[in-house]
């Protein structure tokens, strides 16, 4: 499996080699935790996520075929076959994708381990990709392909839910400090460590929550804010129907036009 659209062999400089390095740091955390993100298997994080689902599947039809894209350990996998006849779970890690398969014990999913970011579907497969608190795993210089091809595989007037983490906040203040914060993090990796990053990217440490998750290190992440996504979104053809900034994340409903 290619995790990367990047050539093979020898990496040409020190972004690949960063970004080959990332990829290695982004599964540990997953692949070294046994509990659900969840404490109530299927719950939704928020009543903005909650929303967003219900008008998610309202707006693809009910025979529709789903994506959901970097499905984690299922949480939101369960609750779309409920509602869809076929629901494609993937994800890079072997282990969420273990325990979506434990979680989901139904015969409309199937489970397909690769990388988001080298999608293995053919052009106009899915009626919905629901895409939930991942947009952090994608490195900034490879947005654009990435959504060209999110763009490739939603049949025309398909449409995707995205939740894209950020540093902005409803109130002013919360967004300057996370804003300093990220740029703290910029700054340290960037100048101190000497890392190929790019405005938005950052390392932070992570502790484990509890005796479940034995990760800990430094893991990366990607800040984004909701100009530069309406600009991206508006470039790779999809038309925004919903988008709300909330608890750390936007909101997202997109259709391809
Ligand atoms: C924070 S979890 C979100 C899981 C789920 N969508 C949810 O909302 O509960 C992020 C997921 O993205 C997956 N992931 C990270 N990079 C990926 C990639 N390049 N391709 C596919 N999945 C990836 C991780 O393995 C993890 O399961």
């Known amino acids: 499996m290619r995790i990367l659209a990047l050539p ?12 080959r390095e990332i990829y290695e740091n982004i599964i540990l955390p997953y692949e070294l935790s046994d509990g659900y ?7 939704f994080e928020n009543k903005f996520e909650e929303e ?3 008008n998610f599947i309202s707006f ?14 299922g949480r939101h996998t369960l609750k779309l076959s409920d509602n869809m006849e076929h629901v494609i779970a993937f994800d890079i890690s072997p282990k969420n994708l273990k325990k979506a398969r434990r ?18 579907f053919r052009p106009q497969t899915f009626d919905g990709v629901w895409f939930s608190q991942a947009f952090e795993y994608i490195p900034p210089d490879l947005r654009e392909s990435f959504l060209k091809q999110l763009n490739h595989i939603l049949k ?3 449409m995707s839910f995205m939740s894209v983490e950020t540093w902005m906040n409803t109130n002013t203040l919360t967004s300057l400090k996370e804003l300093l914060s990220d740029f703290k993090l910029f700054c340290y990796w960037k100048f101190l460590k000497r ?8 390392l932070y440490y992570c502790a484990p929550r509890g ?5 800990s290190g430094w893991h990366y992440h990607v800040h984004t804010d909701k100009h530069t996504l309406r600009k991206l979104l508006d470039n790779y053809g999809f038309i925004i129907k919903r988008m709300d900034v909330k608890c750390g994340y936007i909101y997202l409903l997109v259709v391809k036009s």
């Open 8 to 19: 093979r062999g020898k990496t040409k400089n020190k972004r690949e080699k960063f970004l």
């Open 52 to 54: 967003h689902f219900h």
């Open 60 to 73: 693809v039809k009910p025979k529709a075929q789903i994506l959901d894209l970097a499905c984690g350990d």
């Open 195 to 202: 890392k190929p990053l790019i405005w938005g990217e950052f």
């Open 156 to 158: 025309t007037n398909g």
């Open 211 to 215: 005796a479940a998750e034995r990760f």
């Open 37 to 43: 993100e969840e404490e109530v298997v299927g719950e």
């Open 103 to 120: 979680k989901c014990l139904k015969k409309n999913v199937s489970y397909v381990k690769g990388s988001m970011l080298n999608l293995p």
